[in-house]
């Protein structure tokens, strides 16, 4: 059977200044750390393309935008190391987004779950379908959202970050989501969703590059420690992730 590790696929294409950045997995686009390295990459690239004015990132498919970390990859994690390695991947492709000189525009068909939302919240302006629900799982296979957790937090407040984060196996809805800040809009079906999403980016795409760089600046003003912070945030999920209680909930979910 081939390894899921190896599944998947990053795809970017390049029209009219407007860069489209597409993650698809065929685990609910869960993400492997390969597909985090090139997410991650493909983000930079982007950025530092000058034919490139404004960059979409979406998922493949039309129902879950991301599932999170890949519990395959989860469960063959067997020492501190490789557990701070795996989740230094959802915290570079944060960061990638955070220190990228283009705005990043987020477009969510389906639900997004554990590291989806904190894809979702990276991005600099995100829409949605009203299928778009959110959770934050992690506690509840013994881990917690320590990398996104700056990045939804930011996003959304503190408040609402720990109802997502203490009620681990609740979805709230895409409304709920556009209320805290997440989304900016949500739409009842995905055309309508992109059909804003083209308007928008063709607009910024028209726009000044020097003054949309000045405007992200300013907008991330008082994260420049999250390569640090996240670093750090990384390492704690790369211990838990080894223990017991981890295990045997990631073993129990797999066998639903």
């Known amino acids: 059977m081939k ?6 696929e990053i795809t970017t294409q390049i029209e009219r200044g407007i860069a489209t950045i597409t993650f ?3 685990a609910h686009n869960s993400l492997p750390g390969r597909l985090l390295a090139e997410l991650k990459t493909a983000i930079e690239t982007a ?18 935008f991301c599932a999170g970390a890949s519990f395959d990859e989860l469960m063959a994690i067997q020492d501190e190391t490789t557990g701070k390695t795996f989740f230094l991947g959802f915290a ?44 934050l799982s992690e506690l509840a296979i013994g881990i917690g959202p320590f990398v996104v957790g700056p990045a939804v937090a930011r ?10 984060a203490i009620n681990a196996t609740a979805l709230q809805s895409a409304e709920w ?11 009842d079906d995905a055309a309508a969703m992109d059909e804003h999403l083209e308007e ?14 000045e405007l992200k600046r300013i907008s991330w003003e008082g994260t420049e420690n999250w390569d640090e912070l996240l ?7 790369g211990e838990l992730v080894l223990s017991d209680f981890t295990r045997n909930a990631i073993a129990a979910f797999k066998n639903k």
Do not use: W
Request: aromatic content about 6%; proline content about 3%; glycine content about 10%.
């Open 24 to 26: 698809s997995h065929p």
């Open 92 to 135: 570079n492709v944060i960061n990638a987004i955070r220190k990228c000189p283009k705005f990043v525009l987020g477009r969510v068909q389906g639900k997004a779950i554990g590291g989806g939302v904190g894809l979702a919240s990276a991005t600099d302006y995100c829409v949605a379908t009203k299928f778009a629900a959110v959770k």
């Open 177 to 187: 989501a556009r209320e805290k800040g997440l989304y900016a809009a949500v739409f």
């Open 155 to 164: 996003k959304v407040g503190q408040s609402a970050f720990q109802q997502l």
């Open 3 to 8: 390894d899921k590790t190896l599944l998947g």
């Open 231 to 237: 670093d750090t945030r990384a390492a704690i999920s």
């Open 200 to 213: 928008l980016a063709q607009k910024l795409a028209k726009s000044s590059p020097e003054a949309m760089r």
């Open 47 to 64: 950025g530092q393309n000058d034919e490139v004015r404004v960059i979409i990132l979406r998922s493949g498919g039309d129902r879950t």
